[in-house]
C-alpha cells in the first residue's frame, strides 16, 4: 500500500476497533495498515458458554485494497472439519468477487459467523473414544477449545491420575516429597484443565458407542491382516524388530573401560607364543575370574534397566566377609 492510505480503508479500520475493540487486531507499518486479525465466534447471545466452535480470521490488505482482493486465511479452528472449512472458504471468495471495490472485512464477519452459528456443535470425532458427536450426545468445551465427549474425558483423566500414582509410588521417599502434584491436561495439546471428574463420570457413553453394530472381521480387515504380517516378518528377517525368544546378539551391554582395556590385553597376550595366564591369589592358572577374590568381570548381559558393576562401599560378589 502506498503511503496514503485509503479514506475508506481508514473509515473501515476504525469501525471495527470502535465496535470489536480489544477482539480485533490491526497490525501497522508506519501507520499504514497491513492486516486484520479477530476470532470469530457463533450468535449465541450473551451466552458464551453455547460457542462451542469458533475461527481466528486473518484478512491481509493488498495493495490497491479495496479496489484489489484482500488476502483472506483462516486459522486455528476450532471444533470445525476439513469439509465445513472448505465450504466457508468457498463462500469467502465468492463475497471478494462481489464485493469487489468496497470494504469486505465486515462482510466476511458476517458471513463466517452466519457458518458458525449453523453448525455450533463439534464435527468431527473424539480423540479418546473416535466416536463422532451426535445429537444427544454429552460433551463439554475445554478452555482451550477442544472437544470431547464427557464420559470420555471422565474415564481419560481417571487412567491419568492412576498411572501418576502408580508412577509416584516407585520413586524413593524423598523424590515422592519433591514431586508436583497431579495436572490434569487436554489429551490434545497438554493445556492445562480444570475439570470435575464426578460430574463428567456421570454422563452417559457416546450414542455411537451404544448404537453401532457388533465388530465384524471383514475381507478389508483380513487383507490388511496379512500386508501386517508380511510386514512384520520382513522387519524380524532384517533384524528390526526385538521380541521375546529372540536368539539372536543381544541388542545392548554394559561395559565398563576396564573391560575393554582387559579384552586388549588378552588379546595382546594370546597373539605372544610364550604367553602365560596369570596367576592371582596363589591359585593356578587354570583358575577362573570368577573365583572368589579374582577380580570381577564387567556385566555383558542383554540390558536390563539395572547396573551389575560394582559399586562403592558394596561387597563385591564371592568377596570375603
Known sequence: MSTSVDERVTDEVEALEAI????????RVDDVPQSIETVVHPSTGDDTDQQYVCVT???????????NSPEVTLRNPRGLDDALLAAINSQIQEKLIDCLGQPVVFELLELIRENLTESNLPSGQCVICLYDFTEGDVFIKTQCYHYFHSHCLASHLIAGRKYYQEELEKLPNWQQMQAPPYQQTCPVCRCALTCDVDTLKKAPAPVESITAPPFRLTAELKALQLKMAALLSQQVAKGGVVAVGDTGPPPLTITSPADNENEAS????????????????GHN???SHDAPGSP??????PYRGFNRRGKPGRRGRGASR
Open 57 to 67: 480470521l486473518e484478512v491481509k490488505l493488498t495493495p490497491g485494497y479495496p479496489d
Open 20 to 27: 470489536l475493540m480489544d477482539d480485533v487486531v490491526i497490525k
Open 266 to 281: 588378552i588379546g595382546s597376550a594370546s597373539a605372544l607364543p610364550d604367553a602365560k595366564p596369570e596367576l592371582g591369589n
Open 296 to 301: 570381577q568381570r564387567g556385566y555383558k548381559g
Open 285 to 287: 592358572g587354570n583358575a
